[in-house]
């Protein structure tokens, strides 16, 4: 089967690692699997009141015992990581009843994990017996096909720069998804009982993966990842075994309009782009031996010698090592750190490695 032929931006209905044996080896970019829970309710849960809890009680959810539900995770991470691509990545969401089988299943078939994600919900369910504590969290793995995929998608400066250019952090503060965007029937009742918010699955693809790429979701439900795929400009291919599930999810995933392109694409990796060395500056005739930098505040200035290196009174040495050496820190980033004066203003040196970076593209 040629990329052209996959069935993109299509809901396959059958059994997961069924439909999945259909597919051609490393076909996908990356996979968003979630799981049965295998939650062992031992009956009916009832709030204080005692009126009933809608919990998980469906057939799909539920298993012998604990070696069935293994072997079960074992077929379908076996099946999904044979359409993965050298370089896709998987995730997986789950909750405490099923996380830690499932995250042994994957170190033993030879996956890498990356990350765990601790979904923070802003409004969980509260433990109505009150032998426990509320359940605010799950738990989703990140993994990486292999220890030796290196080349894995993580857009890390986009998700740096949408952080108020703080590192995103592996807790994500999310609500459950509630209001509009709970799918109901024509009663009133949840469609899906564990469909996940929309927020979350749109972080989850704009850190690891780009526009155009192809996202697999072998328990679809009610089409989360198909919709946020849709609005994000990727393509995906799903995977239900409910034939009601899967309606729903094509009707949900029809009514989304796509984003612009321009407004989906990923910023370019700062580790991505050509290195351009500070020298080079300066044969550009961008900058001019002599030159007097200063940080943003003036509080220090090196000189620029010919050599490409800086001169701080009897201190030479890089743009980063002098900038580091006057702040009395370990490290800095010196494009960003000097300036040179330019039509009364400051002006970073990173804009000159911005230029020649735009000459090399056009060239």
Same mark, same amino acid.
């Given at each position: 089967?040629?990329? #052209?032929?996959?069935?993109?931006?299509?809901?396959?209905?059958?059994?997961? +690692?069924?439909?999945?044996? *259909?597919?051609?080896?490393?076909?996908?970019?990356? +996979?968003?699997?979630?799981?049965?829970? !295998?939650?062992?309710?031992?009956?009916?849960?009832?709030?204080?009141?005692?009126?009933?809890?809608?919990?998980?009680? @469906?057939?799909?959810?539920? $298993?012998?015992? $604990?070696?069935?539900?293994?072997?079960?995770?074992?077929?379908?991470?076996?099946?999904?990581?044979?359409?993965?691509?050298?370089?896709?990545?998987?995730?997986?969401?789950?909750?405490?009843? !099923?996380?830690?089988?499932?995250?042994?299943?994957?170190? @033993?078939?030879?996956?890498?994990?990356?990350?765990?994600?601790?979904?923070?919900?802003?409004?969980?369910?509260? !433990?109505? *017996?009150?032998?426990?504590?509320?359940?605010?969290?799950?738990?989703?793995?990140?993994?990486?096909? #292999?220890?030796?995929?290196?080349?894995?998608?993580?857009?890390?400066?986009?998700?740096?720069?949408?952080?108020?250019?703080?590192?995103?952090?592996?807790?994500?503060?999310?609500?459950?998804?509630?209001?509009?965007?709970?799918?109901?029937?024509?009663?009133?009742?949840? =469609?899906?009982?564990?469909?996940?918010?929309?927020?979350?699955?749109?972080?989850?693809?704009?850190? #690891?993966?780009?526009?155009?790429?192809?996202?697999?979701?072998?328990? $679809?439900?009610? &089409?989360?990842?198909?919709?946020?795929?849709?609005?994000?400009?990727?393509?995906?291919?799903?995977?239900? *075994?409910?034939?009601?599930?899967?309606?729903?999810?094509?009707?949900?995933?029809?009514? =989304?309009?796509?984003?612009?392109?321009?407004?989906?694409?990923?910023?370019?990796?700062?580790?991505?782009?050509?290195?351009?060395?500070?020298? #080079?500056?300066?044969?550009?005739?961008?900058?001019?031996?002599?030159?007097?930098?200063?940080?943003?505040?003036?509080?220090?200035?090196? +000189?620029?010698?010919?050599? &490409?290196?800086?001169?701080?009174?009897?201190?030479?040495?890089?743009?980063?090592? +002098?900038?580091?050496?006057?702040?009395?820190?370990?490290?800095?980033?010196?494009?960003?750190?000097?300036?040179?004066?330019?039509?009364?203003?400051?002006?970073?040196?990173?804009?000159?490695?911005?230029?020649?970076?735009?000459?090399?593209?056009?060239?």
């Amino acid at each position: 089967m040629e990329p #052209s032929s996959l069935p993109l931006d299509r809901v396959l209905v059958g059994d997961c +690692v069924a439909e999945l044996a *259909r597919l051609p080896d490393a076909c996908v970019d990356v +996979v968003f699997a979630d799981p049965p829970y !295998n939650l062992q309710l031992e009956g009916a849960l009832t709030r204080p009141d005692q009126s009933l809890v809608d919990a998980v009680d @469906d057939d799909w959810d539920k $298993f012998a015992s $604990f070696a069935d539900y293994d072997a079960f995770t074992r077929a379908w991470l076996l099946a999904v990581r044979r359409v993965m691509k050298p370089d896709a990545t998987l995730w997986v969401i789950g909750s405490y009843h !099923n996380i830690f089988r499932v995250g042994a299943t994957l170190q @033993d078939l030879g996956f890498w994990l990356l990350n765990d994600i601790v979904w923070r919900k802003a409004n969980p369910m509260p !433990n109505f *017996r009150g032998r426990r504590f509320t359940n605010a969290h799950e738990t989703m793995i990140w993994a990486s096909r #292999s220890a030796a995929a290196k080349g894995y998608t993580f857009n890390y400066d986009a998700l740096k720069a949408g952080n108020e250019d703080l590192q995103v952090r592996s807790d994500w503060f999310i609500p459950l998804c509630t209001g509009a965007e709970r799918l109901k029937d024509g009663d009133g009742r949840k =469609v899906h009982p564990t469909q996940k918010p929309e927020a979350l699955l749109a972080r989850v693809l704009l850190a #690891s993966s780009q526009a155009g790429d192809v996202v697999l979701d072998p328990f $679809f439900g009610s &089409g989360t990842t198909g919709a946020v795929a849709r609005r994000l400009g990727r393509r995906f291919i799903g995977i239900e *075994r409910d034939t009601a599930y899967a309606d729903a999810a094509r009707a949900r995933i029809a009514a =989304v309009t796509p984003l612009d392109a321009a407004t989906v694409s990923a910023a370019p990796e700062k580790r991505t782009e050509p290195r351009i060395p500070f020298l #080079s500056v300066l044969e550009a005739g961008l900058l001019a031996p002599g030159t007097t930098l200063v940080d943003e505040r003036r509080r220090w200035s090196v +000189v620029v010698r010919a050599d &490409g290196t800086l001169a701080h009174g009897g201190v030479i040495g890089s743009i980063h090592k +002098v900038g580091a050496l006057v702040q009395g820190l370990p490290a800095c980033n010196g494009w960003t750190f000097w300036h040179t004066e330019r039509d009364s203003s400051l002006v970073p040196i990173d804009s000159f490695r911005r230029a020649l970076r735009d000459q090399m593209k056009a060239a």
